[in-house]
C-alpha cells in the first residue's frame, strides 16, 4: 500500500546540483565525533549516523546543513534524488519512507514482510536499507531475529515506480549488514553457513543461487559496497572480530590481499570500498580511507574509540 504523505516544501538543493555534505569541523550531535576532512566531490558522502539512547538515528539534511533526528535508518540513492527512511511501527508493517529531492515529495510505502509465526501478529524483522549501485532499486532485509538470525528474503523497492515485492531466499545467515548489491545491480550476495565456517553465496533478483565463493567472512556495505568499481574484486569482513578485511578476486574466488584494520568494541561496523584501490574503513582516531596495504590514506571522521557510534556512508554517482 502506497499513502501520499503530501509534498513538503521546495528544497533549497538547486536541481543537478549534488546536495552540501557537512563542512570540516562539523560536529556530530549527541557524540563527541567530528568531520575533519572536506567532504564535497568525493565518491561517498556521510549520510547518518546512530547512537545508543533516545534520539538514536540522525541523518545531514542538505537544506538545514546539519544533522537532524531521523525516525529510523536513513539512506541516499547514488544519484542523490531518493532518501529513503526505513521506519518501523509496532504492531503495523514496516515502512520505507521515500524523498524525492526533486519535487520534495515524500511517498510510504508499505512494504510486503511476511508475518513472525513465533510472534502473533507481529511482522518478521527488517534492516540495512541499501541502494543497488545503478540508483533504481532499495533492497531491505527480512529475517527472524536471533543468535544467528536466518533470512526469510529480502523485498525490493523499484523506483520512481515505488513499487514493492517480497523475494523469498532462505536460510542465509544474516550477520551485520545482510544481502549486499553485485556491481551490476542484477544481483545480490550474502554470508552462507555457520559462524567461523561460512562462504560468499550470489543470487540473482528471483532468488534464483547463482554462484558460491569459497571464502571468509562477511559482504560489506558502506560507501561503494561489497563490490570494486570495475566488480574486479570484492571485500568482506573476515575475522570474528573484524579486525581485518579480506580482498578477493571476483572471476576465481582466490585471495587478493588481507589488512589489518583499527577495531573498538563500541564503533559500528564501517567498510566498503572508496574507489578502485582504496577502502572506507575504521582507522586508528575514528573512520578514513585505507589504501589495500592497510595504510591510512586520510581520516574522514575523528572519533574516540570508547564512543558508541555507528556512521552510515553512502556511494555518490560519478558526475
Known sequence: MITNLAAALALTVTLGAPPAQPAAGTRLPGTGARVVADLAGRPVRLTSYSVLGPD?????????KAFVKADGPLTVSPGERWEATLVTRVPGPPTVRFLD????????????????????????????????????????????PGFEPRSEGIVLVDVPALKARFVRIENALITVGGFQWTRDSKGVVVRWGKNGRSAVRQYDLTGAVKRTWQVRGRPVGHGLGTFSP??????????????????????TGKAVTRIKIAFSPVWGAVLGWYDERHLLAPVRDGF????????VVETLVKADKKQRIHPWFDARAKS
Not at 56 to 64: H, I
Open 56 to 64: 538514536s538515528q540522525r541523518a545531514w539534511s542538505p537544506d538545514r
Open 288 to 295: 578514513g580511507v585505507v589504501d589495500l596495504k592497510g595504510r
Open 230 to 251: 570495475s566488480g574486479r574484486r570484492f571485500v568482506t569482513a573476515c575475522t570474528s572480530l573484524e579486525k581485518a578485511a579480506c580482498v578477493w578476486d571476483t572471476r
Open 101 to 144: 529531492r526533486r519535487t520534495g515529495r515524500k511517498t510510504e510505502v508499505e512494504l510486503p514482510v511476511p508475518e513472525d509465526p513465533e510472534r502473533g501478529n507481529a511482522y518478521l524483522h527488517t534492516s540495512w536499507p541499501t541502494w543497488s549501485p545503478d540508483g533504481r532499486t532499495l533492497l531491505v532485509n527480512v529475517f527472524e
